[in-house]
């Protein structure tokens, strides 16, 4: 086992700087000037050290898309952006509702090695929204899942709902919805307002998802079932989960938010740029500025970073037929450290808790968003604070491009990552 030396870092942006020493696994040590020999030395130049970033919303797009990403530039792209564990979605080609998939999807996690990936199943076959896909054989499966989904459709037929909620409380794992009633999106191009009926895009109306929000949430506190809402894009939705965890039944219910709902707003669409083209669909100022309250209170538990990469034939191209989606693994911190820190909303522990604690709880990841202590997992994230860097698409790790922050100077950056006692990422660099 090897030994990693950290010098000189603050665990949560408090005090003065300390060493912290990695023996294998494991935090070992930490104290001021350990001096202590050790195989690599990692200098933190007084910099932030944070629990290990846990993603609940990834697209890995493999199997079926790898010219888009793949399990390893996914994980690459995870290392450098600070994450030691990744969630990735089911709807690949094929979906995700079988163990033959997930496994596949488990197995060529742990041969990259460089994050933890769990896949998330599919609630339904084949994303159809009508018949409950096999939870337990994939819940029991080498792959474990913990966490399914149809993202990208709305279970929204209230029975099927239910009977997953009933079948995720038996097997003790969550259902991820992702909320858009169906019946009233047809055609929906933007987010529904002043700017859509100006540039002539068909709307996306903000009770689409607060209605299955609402639905969800009464259907959870009825079966005992764990709902875990996907990007929250409305203040009403904030609202609602507001109500609904001011009641005794609020633990069954959890909550992400983008970091591009905490940033961007539907003004950039007059631009007619498919790369902010999102589903949901970037809100408005309104609905950004009651996001990052209901982030900065725990109304919404996390960021998940729904992280979608898209081929440039399906973004360079007109607006209605671009595909919805962008990038956000090497982002995150930045738009959370540029929205919630340079604010005052949150400071560097609260960051921990919307990156890594409060999404490794929902999940049920044991060794995952630990304290920063001895004897703890050594699944760390070492965060400049001070650094400004500015986004380029073409030199992110994704094979694709497709980020809205192109040109874009965001604070913080993650310096280094471990991956229990292992360096994954430095400066810039992953460790193979």
Known sequence: MSRVLIEEVRPYGDGTPVDVLVDGEVIAEIGADLGVEADEVVRGGGGVLLPGFVDLHTHLREPGREDTETVETGSVAAALGGYTAVFAMANTDPVADNAVIVEHVWRRGLEIGLVDVHPVGAVTVGLGGEQLAELGTMARSAAGVRVFSDDGKCVHDPLVMRRALEYAKALGVVVAQHAEEPRLTVGAQAHEGANAARLGLAGWPAPAEESIVARDCLLAGHTGGTLHVCHVSTAGTAEILRWW????????????????????????????DPVNKVNPPL?????????????????????????APHAAQDKDCEWSAAKPGML????????????????????????????????????????????????????????????RWTVRGAELASITANTPFEGMELPGRVRATLLRGRVTAHEGEVRR
């Open 245 to 272: 965890k001011s009641r005794e039944s609020a633990g069954t219910v959890s909550a992400e938010v983008t970091p591009h709902h905490l940033l961007l707003t539907d003004e950039l669409l007059s631009t007619y």
């Open 283 to 307: 809100r408005t100022d309104e609905d950004v500025r009651a996001l990052r309250r209901a982030l900065a209170d725990g109304t919404v538990d996390c960021v998940a970073t729904d992280h």
């Open 328 to 387: 956000g693994l090497q982002t995150a911190l930045g738009v959370v450290a540029r929205t919630m820190v340079e604010p005052g909303l949150l400071d560097w522990r609260g960051v921990a808790r919307v990156l890594s604690e409060r999404p490794a709880q929902i999940a049920g990841l044991a060794d995952q968003g630990r304290p920063i202590a001895v004897g703890e997992p050594a699944n760390l994230a070492l965060v400049d604070p001070d650094a």
